[in-house]
């Protein structure tokens, strides 16, 4: 049975930091390809970032520069390291298995002006 669980969503000032985790079970993790999603409120649900199996790492445009995916495959765990967060970061970050569709609990993030 697959999970996920995200954890490291907090609340943090403009221009500081968090890092987001995702640990994995149920699945072989060094092999698929593993997302990071954010809702923020009255909007659509967009990815932030993805890593592959071989780590090759995509951004959005809006989070280049400021955010950093990465896994480490002997912990079953993918982060999302986010430097100069602004207000507009804020929302529910979900972790996301696209080989199987699943996805994570959520974990909050707000970042105050």
């Known amino acids: 049975q697959v999970q996920l669980v995200e954890s490291g969503g907090g609340l943090v000032q403009a221009g500081g930091s968090l890092r987001l985790s995702c640990a994995a079970s149920?699945?072989?993790?060094?092999?698929?390809?593993m997302s990071w999603y954010r809702q923020a409120p009255g909007k659509q649900r967009e990815r932030v970032a993805v890593?592959?199996?071989?780590?090759?790492?995509n951004y959005a445009d809006s989070v280049k520069g400021r955010f950093t995916i990465s896994r480490d495959n002997a912990k079953n765990t993918v982060y999302l390291q986010m430097n100069s967060l602004k207000p507009e970061d804020t929302g529910v970050y979900y972790c996301?298995?696209?080989?199987?569709?699943?996805w994570g609990q959520g974990t909050q993030v707000t970042v105050s002006s």
């Open positions: 149920g699945i072989f993790f060094s092999i698929v390809t």
């Open positions: 996301y298995l696209p080989q199987s569709d699943y």
């Open positions: 890593i592959s199996s071989a780590y090759n790492t």
